[in-house]
């Protein structure tokens, strides 16, 4: 602990109200175990994914959240542009997102974008590659999106935008996705429904005129959204 | 400097240093029968991403990786359709259950603390790592883990003068 914390008495309390853990004495099988895995790049399989079998009516196999951080500047932008006398309709201007965690942060508001942000980071523990594998088969997916104020679902092109995911473009461009968090991009996270909420979240980077990211954050632009109750 | 280090013979140094310090992270946020399977989930994904680890930073990179694994432990465990499920709150912060507090009027402060002021916490005072340290476990900026702190601090404050209030 630095010395900032330790001089600070509310902490250093608390530090001492928890009793030492008795944590377990773990075998070096683990290590064993970790270096003889496999790294899950490779070919893509095309058999089915399991999580087929988990439809429900039809509808859900994947879950995607696209997690965008607005500042409220931007938020504002958006209000404006939700067309009158509407429900539960808005068309979304994406000119400006900035897409890290830590400007959303600084408006001090827990919203939903936090926490969808949040969960992109969940990627470590999970294998992109395999979304990969999944994904661009192109299956019935639900894209949806978070944003500042809600919680939206593209009204009409969201296979527009899985058809960027298939196989064909993914290798195409694949310099330009990663799995690191902390890069700037249009940020994804895919979520398995009935096997366990899997994630696979995947980055695509800021790049180029006519890269993969504008091609992706294109089709956004020209889409519009229902905002999905969350209750 | 990332990751370009790590080859075999560092990452069976970083398994050696660190092993003990992921079972004690572990056992503070889940049961003891489950640290193994947890802490092997960690180690082959660590071995996985190796060219990612931070030299200097390994411990918090590991308590980063052991964090999405608790998170996805946890999902998985609720077993709830997940549709949205990634808009709750996050899974990483230690249980009440799990943490051993000895009852305190503090301690009961902290169990009524948000689990994303749990979470920073814990990393801090109980983790022991430093803000530096405790951004990268995290995943966010040194300065947003101190602002994180400072206000779990604040709200840890609030809750204890409340309940000794309540209880005077």
Known sequence: MNEKIEKDELLNKLRQSAKNPNAPILSEEILFAATKSEQRFGPRKLHTPKIILNLVGGAAVLAAVFALTLNPSQTDILKDLEPNGTSGSASIAMGNFIFTEEELLVSQKLNLAYWGQKAVGNYVSNSPETYVDNLWSGQQAYWIFVVADGVYMPNERSAEIRNMFKAENLDQFSGELTKDSTVRGIKFLIQEQGVGGALYPLVVKEAQESSFYQQVRDIMLSDTYTQIPLN | ?168
């Open chain 2, 1 to 168: 400097m990332v990751g370009s280090y790590m080859d075999e013979q560092a990452f069976v140094s970083l398994f050696r240093d660190h092993l003990q310090d992921v079972s004690k992270y572990l056992v503070r946020r889940v049961s003891a029968n489950q640290v193994e399977d947890l802490a092997s989930d960690i180690f082959e994904i660590a071995w996985r991403k190796r060219a990612d680890c931070p030299e200097g930073f390994e411990l918090p990179w590991l308590y980063r990786i052991a964090g999405y694994v608790l998170a996805n432990h946890r999902r998985k465990a609720e077993n709830r359709s997940v549709h949205l499920s990634l808009l709750d709150s996050d899974k990483t912060s230690p249980s009440a259950e799990t943490l051993a507090l000895d009852g305190s009027e503090l301690s009961l402060a902290y169990q009524k603390l948000g689990s994303s002021d749990r979470q920073i916490l814990s990393l801090v005072v109980f983790d022991g790592l430093t803000i530096t340290e405790s951004a990268i476990a995290l995943g966010i900026t040194a300065n947003t883990a101190s602002q994180k702190l400072k206000r779990a601090r604040a709200r840890l404050a609030k809750e204890l003068i409340q309940l000794m209030s309540e209880n005077d």
